[in-house]
């Protein structure tokens, strides 16, 4: 099984609270890191594959190789194969640190690294799997998965933000747990009500 997800944030103390950008109601990090890995564990199994679309943590301390070690603790608690696509807080260190001590899981490596994005075929459609949203144009059957903004949507039936703060989960009819990856079901479903409600604008 095929899952997608943007946007985790270990470690951000920053978004902490009830902020304007991200609110994550949490205490502390520790809190928020453990909160997602359970919600993240609780659906997906430990062999299947995660495209996670970019800044995965935000942790900048001194020395660099703690912080990495750090994030890499976190990512080995999380099932999944994990396919890396890179974002803007995600550096170059933590790619290198990563595939330094990448490990194999259910018979293939641990981590998958790319530096702007994937495509991949799912379900009769091509998926664009980047950080930053894609603008498309007129397309048939391409979608673009992207992360990157947050509680923001684009104005485009094309792109999908897959972000754990994204607010096209209201699309979906019932409740994804905070920090828990999209099933292939749910994107199907994302595609099809989003292209259902700009229907309705016309």
């Not at 902490?16 to 950008?21: P, S």
């Not at 260190?93 to 702007?116: I, P, T």
């Not at 792109?159 to 099933?183: H, M, R, W």
């Amino acid at each position: 099984m095929k899952f997608f997800v943007s946007d985790t944030h270990f470690f951000h103390k920053d978004l902490l609270g009830m902020n304007d950008f991200a609110p994550r109601p949490f205490n502390s990090v520790e809190e928020m890191n453990q909160e997602i890995i359970k919600n993240w564990n609780d659906r997906v199994g430990e062999n299947d594959t995660v495209y996670h679309l970019g800044d995965i943590a935000l942790y900048f301390i001194r020395p660099e190789r703690a912080s990495n070690e750090a994030v890499f603790q976190v990512l080995k608690e999380l099932h999944g194969h994990l396919v890396l696509i890179k974002g803007n807080h995600d550096s170059r260190s933590l790619f290198k640190y990563l595939s330094a001590h990448n490990y194999e899981w259910g018979g293939k490596s641990k981590f998958e690294f790319h530096d702007v994005g994937k495509l991949i075929k799912l379900n009769h459609r091509q998926l664009i799997m980047s950080h930053y949203p894609i603008s498309l144009g007129i397309v048939n059957q391409i979608i673009n998965l992207h992360g990157h903004i947050h509680h923001y949507s684009v104005n485009a039936r094309e792109n999908i933000n897959v972000g754990i703060d994204t607010p096209e989960k209201d699309y979906l009819d019932y409740k994804i747990p905070f920090g828990a990856p999209f099933s292939e079901r749910d994107i199907e479903r994302m595609i099809d009500q989003k292209k259902i409600d700009f229907a309705k604008r016309r």
